[in-house]
């Protein structure tokens, strides 16, 4: 099983529509996670932290499910803004552990 | 924007050359960390620093290195460059929690000819 796996995508939605993302990760003991948000040919922006009891954000929803070592990621109400790669991010939360991005989900919001 | 900022923006090199990439952390950020991103995949973690010390290694030969400075700014350096070296060079600052949001600069892209 990969580090932190993400399905590559291309998801393709119709503006207005939600969609969500699941990303997976290996290390039982990781401490940490988030969602990036990467524009082409931009850095990577924070989305959002992943929090244990689950967070929102306007009409971002972000959950960790760490029994069976998933984040996931909703998005209501899709804009052709949100249009951009989404990058699930895990911290083992060790100092001997690297930080580990997936590589990312594509999402184009359709008009 | 995120106050880390990264020199060059654009960098062409050829094979067997060596290369200094530079990054200034945001301000209050004493943690640096080096991230390659080749085209379509997500960035690979190359190494932090904290208060100018190594701290934390990925996968990558000894030919990369870097240094921290006093004023926790930071240099990565790649020698004898190859053909996959070629990738976007992302810095990220953050608060010296390895757990803490890590805020990125705009990358360095590099080619290697």
């Known amino acids: ?44 922006k924070l989305l959002m932290s992943v929090y244990s009891s689950g967070n929102e ?24 803004s949100d249009s951009a790669t989404y990058l699930c991010v895990v911290n083992p939360g060790n100092r001997d552990d690297k930080i580990i991005f997936g590589k990312g989900t594509r999402l184009h919001i359709l008009p | 924007e995120t106050g880390v900022t990264q020199s060059p923006t654009h960098l062409i090199k050829t094979r067997g050359q060596q290369v200094t990439l530079r990054c200034s952390s945001q301000s209050g950020h004493n943690t640096v960390s080096w991230y390659q991103q080749a085209l379509g995949q997500g ?22 290195s870097g240094l921290q400075f006093p004023n926790y700014s930071s240099e990565l350096n790649v020698n004898a460059l190859e053909l996959d070296d070629s990738a976007l060079y992302l810095c990220a600052s953050s608060l010296p929690s390895k757990g803490e949001t890590q805020y990125f600069g705009p990358g360095t892209r590099l080619l290697v000819l």
């Open chain 2, 43 to 64: 960035p690979q973690f190359i190494f932090q620093y904290y208060r100018e010390e190594e701290n934390g290694r990925g996968n990558f030969p000894p030919r990369f």
């Open chain 1, 57 to 80: 954000d306007g009409r971002f929803t972000a959950q960790l499910n760490r029994a069976s070592q998933y984040i996931s990621l909703l998005i209501r109400d899709s804009k052709l």
């Open chain 1, 1 to 44: 099983r990969k580090e932190v796996e993400q399905d590559p995508g291309p998801f393709n939605v119709p503006e207005g529509a939600t969609v969500a993302f699941n990303c997976t990760y290996s290390n039982s003991a990781s401490q940490s996670f988030f969602w990036y948000r990467q524009d082409c040919r931009k850095e990577p």
